[in-house]
């Protein structure tokens, strides 16, 4: 249904702002709360305390039409973590929204879970946020955290389960040996990756020998046949992101953070950090605009599985 949909859709938004000039968000991120059940070293996300935020249905319904109406066809919720959100009110939970992103003319959902709780969301696209093997894992999210996502992966009988690792300097040891767990495990799809970026800190930034290493390892892995999303050409690209920040398409996704704020893109340009970016999708937004077949590919197979049921 999603491909029907788009076989309409993609041509008529491609003209539009390729054409045309405008910009139009083919994909919406929505920060839902900041409630989180971990304490991850690399997150510049939850809070405590006061300071944390959640919004109501009626704020993310709202936000989800302001998406739509923009022209995003894929929506993503994120926290803190997603499973976590509740509307006691409106006896809402992550999966209200999922319905209800679908019944407003979404093509595809996802939500970016830490894996620390039963895996029930409904979403055609589900990220498991994992930052190594067992030891660097548990280092970087805490004690027991690797052990717990893996039972609840075991027992998600999800048909699009993929993995997000992002790379710092404690664990990219660690990449290509979960370059393999996802490659080896029955339950998990795709592995995707993306550098420490230093919102708030530098102390965990890979240094450029690093980020060489990794991308070079990347490559390899994806040629030797792993399940990598990361299109070959992008992750040439990342290896310098100067190479393609000044041609840079990340108005693709826009944003709408927990207190509500709106972003047409992501978050580092607000903090001024494009030129250190570390998020393999900014170079793959810019070969989609450019309709680069290799991104094209890669970008419809993390989403080629088959919709859940009840969805």
């Given at each position: 249904?999603?491909?029907?949909?788009?076989?309409?859709?993609?041509?008529?938004?491609?003209?539009?702002?390729?054409?045309?000039?405008?910009?139009?968000?083919?994909?919406?991120?929505?920060?839902?709360?900041?409630?989180?059940?971990?304490?991850?070293?690399?997150?510049?996300?939850?809070?405590?305390?006061?300071?944390?935020?959640?919004?109501?249905?009626?704020?993310?319904?709202?936000?989800?039409?302001?998406?739509?109406?923009?022209?995003?066809?894929?929506?993503?919720?994120?926290?803190?973590?997603?499973?976590?959100?509740?509307?006691?009110?409106?006896?809402?939970?992550?999966?209200?929204?999922?319905?209800?992103?679908?019944?407003?003319?979404?093509?595809?959902?996802?939500?970016?879970?830490?894996?620390?709780?039963?895996?029930?969301?409904?979403?055609?696209?589900?990220?498991?946020?994992?930052?190594?093997?067992?030891?660097?894992?548990?280092?970087?999210?805490?004690?027991?955290?690797?052990?717990?996502?893996?039972?609840?992966?075991?027992?998600?009988?999800?048909?699009?389960?993929?993995?997000?690792?992002?790379?710092?300097?404690?664990?990219?040891?660690?990449?290509?040996?979960?370059?393999?767990?996802?490659?080896?495990?029955?339950?998990?799809?795709?592995?995707?990756?993306?550098?420490?970026?230093?919102?708030?800190?530098?102390?965990?930034?890979?240094?450029?020998?690093?980020?060489?290493?990794?991308?070079?390892?990347?490559?390899?892995?994806?040629?030797?046949?792993?399940?990598?999303?990361?299109?070959?050409t992008g992750l040439k690209m990342l290896r310098d992101p100067r190479s393609f920040v000044p041609k840079k398409q990340c108005w693709i996704s826009n944003f709408i953070m927990v207190d509500g704020t709106r972003l047409a893109c992501c978050q580092g340009e607000a903090a001024g950090i494009c030129d250190e970016c570390g998020f393999g999708m900014g170079?793959?937004?810019?070969?989609?605009?450019?309709?680069?077949?290799?991104?094209?590919?890669?970008?419809?197979?993390?989403?080629?599985?088959?919709?859940?049921?009840?969805?």
């Open positions: 249904m999603t491909m029907m949909k788009g076989m309409f859709y993609y041509p008529w938004w491609f003209f539009q702002c390729k054409v045309l000039g405008r910009r139009k968000p083919l994909q919406s991120v929505i920060f839902i709360t900041d409630l989180c059940n971990l304490r991850c070293r690399h997150c510049c996300i939850v809070k405590e305390g006061p300071a944390v935020l959640t919004k109501t249905l009626d704020e993310v319904r709202e936000e989800m039409h302001y998406c739509y109406d923009a022209g995003s066809r894929f929506i993503d919720f994120e926290g803190g973590e997603p499973h976590l959100w509740r509307d006691k009110e409106a006896g809402a939970d992550i999966n209200t929204l999922i319905d209800e992103a679908h019944a407003m003319g979404f093509h595809s959902t996802t939500v970016t879970t830490n894996a620390q709780l039963p895996i029930t969301a409904r979403s055609n696209l589900i990220w498991i946020s994992l930052d190594g093997l067992e030891e660097m894992h548990d280092d970087q999210r805490g004690a027991g955290t690797f052990a717990r996502a893996m039972e609840n992966i075991e027992a998600c009988d999800h048909a699009n389960l993929n993995v997000n690792m992002v790379v710092t300097s404690r664990n990219y040891r660690d990449f290509e040996p979960l370059a393999r767990l996802v490659h080896e495990h029955p339950r998990l799809r795709k592995l995707s990756f993306s550098f420490y970026m230093p919102y708030e800190t530098r102390d965990l930034v890979v240094s450029s020998e690093v980020r060489n290493l990794i991308i070079d390892q990347a490559i390899e892995l994806k040629k030797a046949g792993y399940p990598l999303m990361n299109s070959l170079a793959e937004m810019m070969l989609l605009f450019s309709l680069h077949p290799e991104m094209v590919r890669a970008g419809l197979s993390v989403r080629s599985a088959k919709k859940p049921a009840g969805v």
